[in-house]
């Protein structure tokens, strides 16, 4: 029998009942619930809403009938959810006492409660993961200061960067996540119990000492928006969007960089597949799989701001559908910040090819036009002398750093010498000592700011 079922002079049809029940998903909120409930018993306790001596016993009962899930001696079954489940077993436990738990709240305002102190846990263990990435990131830029490699720009190479430069503009992007990610908290971080179904509750409560006990700086200030908003949820999910979007961008270029067009990376066999017909494959699948499930996350925002973009206030049935969208996301972001961190000091990246692609591609052409400019020659037409330059050197299968100073003067009488060491490849890297640029002591400045902001995420 439903604990609402008063009213009711039928019970609810068999498929109904199914198609009503949240239980297989919301059951992983079990540990949240019963914090929620001991929290919510200790203030009805405190307050005489209840006799404190049965606060005390519900609170031993709770934390009793948490440890027994936790532990598999309880199994989460026969219930309409996990909150209707933890009220019948302490019932069965207590008798009328366990009855007294709900006293002063709905589970309306119990719900939204469950999800923030979950989603609370669950961007705390995310912002773990990204500093985690951002590590190995630093790890591997720190090693390759001095490898260089083609910036591009349209997918053709434009200018020489080093590898360095090119993983911690990855490192900057993780950043601004996890900085998104901490500021999405502090509106989790807002305590709704008490709200109860609607308008609240005609009975004494301390919702700010439920909130000392949870750890909530605040509660909510209107009891309608406390239990029918999920638009913390929605920028959870918004800000999960963004964060697999820069995973699926470095994946997009591990994926064609190991390809044997680039050979800029060998796979390791831990993380590659092969093919079952091809013997020579070896796959990217890891990356390809991070670049497939970010559409999943993608879509897991869309569900929830369809289900919320029509309800009127308060609560609707239809909120139920949150869960499911946020334990998604969740499951999946996670999976793929531990894939990728695991799987990026496994590579193998091929210094040579890095090299001989930086040097390809005419990258030193801006840097001849501004030796020109700096000779005084207008900007406009050292552009057009060195443009006739590289294409000279398409025509003759050259490089602008293999050239003899006799073929540079054939286009202006300004070179000199020192236009030979100019274009040369580290040269041209070092010269970047702007901040933001790619010069060795620039990158391993910045990746110390990286490290240090990085820990601030917890």
């Known amino acids: 029998m439903k604990m609402w079922s008063g009213r009711f002079k039928s019970s609810l049809d068999d498929l109904a009942d199914v198609f009503n029940s949240s239980l297989p998903v919301d ?7 019963i914090m929620g409930s001991i929290a919510h018993a200790t203030m009805l306790g405190e307050c005489g809403i209840i006799p404190k001596n049965d606060a005390e016993s519900i609170c031993s009962a709770l934390s009793e009938i948490s440890a027994d899930i936790t532990n598999g001696k309880l199994e989460i079954a026969d219930a309409e959810d996990i909150h209707m489940f933890v009220e019948q077993e302490l019932t069965a436990r207590l008798g009328q006492i366990g009855k007294k738990l709900h006293t002063g709240r709905s589970r309306n305002d119990q719900v939204a409660l469950d999800i923030r102190l979950y989603m609370r ?44 430069h090119h993983l911690c503009a990855y490192a900057e992007m993780l950043l601004r996540d996890g900085a998104r990610m901490c500021d999405c908290r502090k509106r989790i971080n807002v305590m709704p119990l008490g709200s109860g179904a609607c308008t609240t509750t005609s009975y004494p409560i301390d919702r700010e000492r439920v909130a000392q006990l949870l750890g909530f700086p605040e509660v909510t200030q209107n009891s309608l928006d406390g239990v029918s908003d999920r638009d913390f949820a929605i920028e959870f999910l918004s800000d999960c969007s963004i964060l697999m979007m820069h995973l699926s961008r470095l994946n997009e270029e ?8 680039f050979s800029f990376v060998t796979l390791s066999d831990a993380f590659s ?6 013997p020579q494959k070896k796959n990217p699948d890891m990356s390809e799989l991070i670049r497939g499930k970010t559409g999943r996350v993608y879509g897991d925002l869309i569900t ?22 946020i334990f998604d996301c969740e499951d999946t972001v996670s999976m793929c910040l531990r894939i990728l961190t695991a799987l990026l000091p496994s590579l193998t990246f091929n210094k040579n090819v890095l090299h001989d692609g930086a040097a390809g591609g005419y990258t030193a052409a801006t840097d001849c036009a501004d030796y020109l400019v700096k000779k005084g020659i207008p900007f406009r037409d050292a552009h057009k002398i060195v443009g006739e330059l590289v294409r000279y050197c398409c025509d003759n299968n050259k490089r602008l750093d293999t050239l003899t100073i006799e073929e540079y003067k054939q286009y202006s009488a300004f070179f000199e010498e020192d236009i030979l060491r100019i274009v040369d490849i580290p040269q041209l890297v070092k010269a970047r000592k702007a901040i933001g640029g790619p010069a060795a002591q620039t990158v391993k400045t910045r990746l110390a700011e990286i490290r240090k902001i990085s820990e601030n995420f917890s």
């Open 273 to 278: 597949t092969g093919s079952s017909i091809m």
């Open 27 to 33: 059951k992983r909120l079990y540990k949240h619930d």
């Open 254 to 261: 591990l994926i064609y960089w190991a390809s044997e067009e």
């Open 304 to 325: 929830l701001l369809t289900v919320m973009k029509g309800l009127p206030l308060a609560y609707n049935k239809d909120i139920q559908e949150d869960k499911e969208a």
């Open 121 to 164: 846990d669950a961007v705390t263990a995310i912002l773990t993961q990204i500093r985690q990435l951002i590590s190995v990131l630093c790890d591997i830029a720190s090693q390759h200061t001095d490898t260089y490699m083609p910036a591009y720009t349209h997918m053709q190479k434009a200018q020489p960067t080093t590898l360095a």
